[in-house]
């Protein structure tokens, strides 16, 4: 029970096992319980915990909760020699025993679904809220659409707009309210205005996120219900207000979080088993795609400051206090949510294409709209090609305007086609449809195939001049097999399709009891779904192509689920990538697995297939896919100023055929040409 549990002391305090641990991964909240300790914040309830923790020997303490948790657990830290010697003094321990447990070392780590604690770009949890966020809002959607109606939904985040500005940016909410960054005065008109303007372009619905802390920028909250009143009063528009309240700390967690939450536990007893006496309390978090240890008070007290920037009306400040990632987000809204008055947008006279490339990825839609948008507001003249290079070929290349992407960042698959088709054997064809729409820039979204049509096209650009302009691809695809990249958008959506269906197989295998399925995911040769959906579903085992495994290593593995079949979880979870061994097949072990266990468990298997590339993308795919593609294309929009020479784009060097890739903790753009020796 948190820190009551540490003060009661007793049987809140228990030694626990591996077992003890085990079909807790999918389950929401927390097991161990959590509370609001009053007792704690008072010397006499810290030497009771104190007292408690030495009677049972812990020195080491690892504290998952918000900023005001962490602050307690550094001023315990700060006081345990006191403390202890106070305890000495009262007769409650023994003197050896103090001197035994004189240090008390503390990690924390970040649980807290509303994102507001600075030096992280993810606490745990905030995941698995704008899921749930993101599955109303979809629901909504329809509804809105059928009745065309107006939804003002109000969403957590007392003294901070994440969970609003991201689920905003993930569905392309027409306006959202965060505390950070209110509306400029006169907001009331721009809203009505920028509302009625939708509808008269045929938009169906609209949609309005606010933070329940919303406030104006004279600090005085702006409330679902004035929004509300507002719109009923001005427009006239049937109009409708769900508060989403719990929903949104409930629920199973995401594969993200469950990941982010793996790997940050891991990087915590590791920073507890390497701390001295003298190493100041920290704090692991998430930096791009790393795990990083910072000064926990460090960043306690750069919380504290927003709060304080904000009740001052310094509200730039709070927003660049909040990090890079919060402050990418807010601009990338921005620019994507409100049309800007053409006519003022100097026209660069440049074309700039776009097309899918291989197979279909939830998040796709996505980055296209992000890419359009970004693109109109450059001054571009953007096109959209159909069916990949097989279309391009073919001349399927049309003009694509603001509002005819309006709606596709929920939307999976790809709208603008895709196919896995090379443009090897129709380079003479693409170039002529380059000539023919005076195409001055490329934007390829796709998998392996894009990378590799991309080496194509840079190779033949000795030959064909048409090819001499910037391209530009970003990495998507569900496998994840792309050099240059650690993530690339639709594997979330994908990863998160193969833990839910684990998660019902291991409720299966939990009932019929002395169960062992074995599970094919996709990928090709690259065992990231595999490895990943084993983390995330808590399986036995993965077999990857990465990690080469004989005979030997399957026989350990079956007597591993023997001997766990005698325990008190008698289930067992493999996953296998499909390609991680052309001998050893899904049937293969199967069969070896149902005669090895024969008496002790039986066996079934399940090939996931295709559900993996569907379904409606992820909150982390749609933001995901929305940032780099905006990123891409102010990219292009300065490497076609770079380029521009007498009259006409002539780009021929390397750095002009770049993958955006995320690379640890930075989003950068790398020559496909120096990938090249990696993607094998």
């Known amino acids: 029970e948190g820190y009551q549990g540490m003060v009661d002391g007793g049987h809140n305090i228990v030694e626990v096992t591996w077992e003890s641990v085990s079909s807790i991964l999918q389950v929401g909240g927390t097991v161990i319980g959590s509370a609001r300790c009053k007792a704690f914040r008072s010397r006499e309830g810290r030497l009771q915990a104190a007292c408690n923790l030495v009677h049972c020997g812990i020195t080491n303490l690892c504290v998952i909760g918000g900023d005001g948790s962490l602050t307690g657990a550094n001023l315990f830290r700060e006081e345990w020699s006191g403390l202890l010697e106070e305890l000495v003094q009262n007769g409650k321990i023994e003197e050896s025993a103090a001197q035994k447990y004189s240090h008390l070392n503390i990690v924390g780590m970040v649980g807290s679904i509303d994102n507001d604690f600075c030096g992280t770009d993810m606490t745990i949890g905030t995941d698995s809220a704008l899921h749930r966020i993101i599955e109303v809002v979809d629901a909504i959607m329809t509804t809105a659409q059928s009745h065309q109606r107006t ?28 505390p950070e960054s209110p509306p400029q005065e006169g907001w009331e008109d721009l809203m009505c205005a920028k509302l009625s303007e939708n509808r008269a372009r045929r938009k169906r619905l609209n949609i309005i996120i606010v933070s329940e802390g919303a406030i104006d920028s004279n600090n005085k909250l702006i409330t ?5 009143d507002l719109v009923v009063q001005r427009l006239g528009f049937d109009t409708r207000v769900t508060i989403l309240g719990h929903v949104q700390r409930g629920g199973t967690p995401s594969a993200f979080d469950r990941i982010l939450a793996s790997r940050m536990g891991v990087e915590a007893v590791l920073a507890l088993l390497e701390a001295t006496p003298e190493t100041p309390a920290c704090v692991v978090s998430l930096c791009g795609n790393q795990a990083v240890r910072l000064p926990l008070m460090e960043c306690v007290q750069m919380t504290q400051e927003v709060q304080k920037a904000m009740d001052e009306r ?3 400040e709070a927003v660049k206090l909040r990090g890079r990632s919060f402050e990418n987000n807010l601009n990338t809204y921005k620019l994507l949510s409100h049309k800007k008055d053409l006519s003022k947008i100097p026209k660069s006279n440049f074309n700039v294409a776009v097309l899918n490339v291989g197979a279909p990825a939830a998040g796709m839609n996505g980055a296209v709209r992000s890419a359009v948008r970004i693109g109109i507001i450059e001054g571009h003249n953007m096109f959209a090609v159909y069916d990949g290079f097989e279309g391009f070929a073919k001349g399927q290349i049309k003009p694509i305007k603001w509002g005819d992407v309006g709606g596709w960042t929920g939307q999976g698959g790809s709208l603008l086609g895709t196919k896995r088709t090379l443009p090897g054997k129709y380079f003479e064809q693409i170039a002529e449809q380059i000539r023919a729409h005076n195409i001055s820039a490329l934007l390829v979204i796709g998998g392996f195939e894009a990378f590799e049509s991309m080496l194509h096209l840079s190779e033949a650009r000795a030959r064909f001049d048409e090819f001499c302009i910037p391209m530009c691809i970003l990495p998507a695809t569900i496998s994840n097999n792309m050099p240059g990249t650690d993530i690339s958008v639709g594997s979330d959506t994908a990863l998160n399709a193969i833990m839910e269906t684990c998660d019902r197989i291991k409720q299966s295998a939990s009932g019929t009891k002395r169960r062992v399925f074995i599970i094919e995911t996709m990928g090709g040769y690259c065992g990231y779904l595999a490895n ?12 990857i192509f990465e990690e080469p495994f004989d005979i030997r290593e399957l026989q350990t593995n079956v007597e591993h689920l023997t001997a766990k079949m005698k325990t008190c979880i008698q289930r067992g979870l493999v996953l296998r990538n499909e390609n991680c061994n052309e001998n050893y097949t899904t049937d293969f072990i199967y069969q070896l697995y149902s005669e090895e266990g024969r008496g002790v468990f039986d066996c079934r298997k399940n090939v996931l297939g295709h559900m993996q590339q569907g379904g409606a993308p992820s909150p982390f795919d749609r933001n995901f896919g929305t940032k780099i593609s905006a990123k891409a294309i102010q ?3 300065r490497k076609l100023q770079e380029t521009y020479r007498q009259g006409r784009v002539f780009a021929n060097s390397d750095d002009t055929v770049c993958l955006l890739g995320m690379r640890r903790r930075n989003l950068l753009f790398q020559p496909v040409v120096q990938l090249r020796d990696r993607k094998s």
């Open 532 to 543: 990943m959906g084993a983390l995330s579903a808590g399986a036995d085992a993965a077999y």
């Open 314 to 316: 310094r509200f730039d």
């Open 224 to 228: 679902s219900e004035i929004i509300k």
């Open 151 to 178: 939804f003002v939904l109000e969403v957590m985040g007392r003294h901070c707009g994440y969970l609003a500005l991201v689920s905003a940016l993930a569905c392309g909410a027409d306006w959202v309210f965060i």
């Open 635 to 637: 990219w292009i929009s």
